[in-house]
């Protein structure tokens, strides 16, 4: 990553690594779920898939962890701007990488839901803190541009490594030490999320604060945030817009993509296979839709540099995006796991590509001192607490849809609410401000 100016100095290429690497355990922590969620409710409630009760814990287990960690995720963008982004990034990480780990010893459900609730708070309160304190690293418009586009990269080989923790704890998981009198791979899977703390507990004394904030908090300039000045006029529009932005995007994410792993059993050709090669495949269209989406977010740091209306940009992927899920999920995923596994691939390319858009987008909208906050509100509120909901509707719309298995109603299920979201954010993107200029709003 260099700019015509000069080249990154050391630090930063530090703090674009330690950025990397929160962006990547992110993904992994959230992708976690829909690979797990299936064994790990069956084991702590007794629930046979396909049934209502197993359908409102699997709603339970995609919602209220995101609606905790919206709601703190909130409270942590106030906390980045009021107490500074590189120890709230630090404390954010350690939460969650120990919360996972917990998580893989959890002996009934409730026991897991708070444990992922508490994984979810560190996940989104280290979004935002990254992405502000990356965003004030980096003054030159073009270096910023790239830096929060290739570091939010990672975010989607998280999400391959996630499959590959998955697949391994489901290949050789018969070898670990048993947790709970068994050898249950989402167990291992948990477990594998306190990677991250390892390598953060030793380089945490060479990260230096942001510089923006950290001059304006020393001259005594730097002003209180407030949640209540997101609605002022000069702010309203933007707050509103891309709160609801996020949770379309989310939506389609936790409404669609994430039940994916769910419908890949029912497929003819998949059905026939033995339980543990059933997991391997959902496990492998997973990757694919991963690979879509690492693709898609290395689109987006190229095409942020040359498209320069972020409306247009931001419709570069929800347009053709639209047409993608809703083949994808009404025709591919009953039909051809060949097509399932290609359509994945595209479905990521579009969705994340606009996940990836608002790290880019939202540093240029709010100033220094509402920074954090304004990004905190935008995720937290719109993405994580009503954009996950989403994963809640699909799972209660496939009580009521037609279909010939549980699996086809979910697919049909996963069909409606990835459409209205995908035609919700294009309808909304005619309204996404501009930023004004390519310096940060101070």
């Excluded at 050898?183 to 999320?193: D, E, F, N, Q, V």
């Amino acid at each position: 990553m260099t700019s015509s100016a000069r080249s990154l100095t050391p630090l930063q290429w530090l703090i674009c690594a330690i950025a990397a690497l929160g962006f990547a355990f992110d993904i992994y922590e959230i992708l976690m779920a829909p690979l797990v969620v299936g064994p790990a409710i069956g084991e702590l409630t007794g629930a046979r898939p396909g049934t209502p009760a197993f359908n409102y814990w699997v709603g339970m287990f995609f919602w209220i962890p995101a609606l905790v960690g919206g709601a703190f995720g909130l409270v942590g963008g106030y906390l980045t701007d009021r107490f500074g982004r590189r120890r709230v990034l630090v404390y954010s990480i350690l939460l969650y990488a120990f919360s996972a780990f917990a998580a893989g010893f959890a002996t009934n459900i409730y026991m897991l839901l708070v444990l992922r609730s508490t994984t979810y708070i560190g996940v989104f309160v280290e979004f935002v803190a990254a992405v502000a304190w990356i965003a004030e690293i980096f003054p030159d418009a073009t270096q910023r541009e790239k830096a929060l586009g290739y570091t939010q990269a990672f975010s989607s080989i998280g999400g391959l490594m996630a499959t590959g923790a998955y697949s391994l704890a489901v290949t050789y998981g018969a070898s670990f030490p048993a947790i709970a009198g068994g050898h249950a791979p989402w167990r291992y899977t948990l477990i594998s999320g306190v990677i991250p703390a390892l390598p953060l507990i030793l380089i945490r004394p060479f990260l230096p604060e942001s510089p923006a904030w950290q001059a304006k908090k020393a001259a005594g300039t730097l002003r209180r945030p407030s949640i209540a000045e997101l609605f002022t006029p000069a702010l309203r529009r933007t707050t509103i817009v891309t709160t609801l932005m996020f949770a379309f995007a989310y939506g389609a994410a936790f409404g669609a993509i994430q039940q994916m792993p769910r419908i890949v059993p029912g497929l003819e050709e998949v059905r026939v296979l033995d339980p543990r090669a059933i997991q391997q495949t959902a496990s492998l269209v997973q990757a694919y839709q991963e690979f879509g989406g690492l693709a898609g977010r290395f689109l987006l740091a190229v095409l942020a540099l040359y498209i320069v209306s972020r409306q247009q940009l931001i419709r570069a992927f929800q347009i053709p995006g639209l047409f993608v899920m809703v083949f994808v999920f009404y025709y591919a995923a009953t039909h051809s796991l060949e097509m399932t596994k290609w359509g994945m691939f595209f479905a990521g390319v579009f969705t994340v590509g606009q996940l990836s858009f608002w790290g880019n987008y939202l540093p240029r909208v709010f100033p220094t001192h509402l920074r954090g906050t304004g990004e905190g509100f935008a995720a937290n509120i719109g993405g994580r607490m009503i954009g996950t909901s989403f994963a809640f509707v699909t799972t209660q719309l496939v009580n009521v849809v037609p279909g010939a298995t549980p699996n086809a109603r979910l697919a049909l299920a996963a069909t409606m609410v990835a459409a209205f979201v995908y035609t919700g954010g294009l309808i909304c993107s005619f309204f996404l401000p501009e930023p004004k200029g390519d310096s940060l709003p101070e």
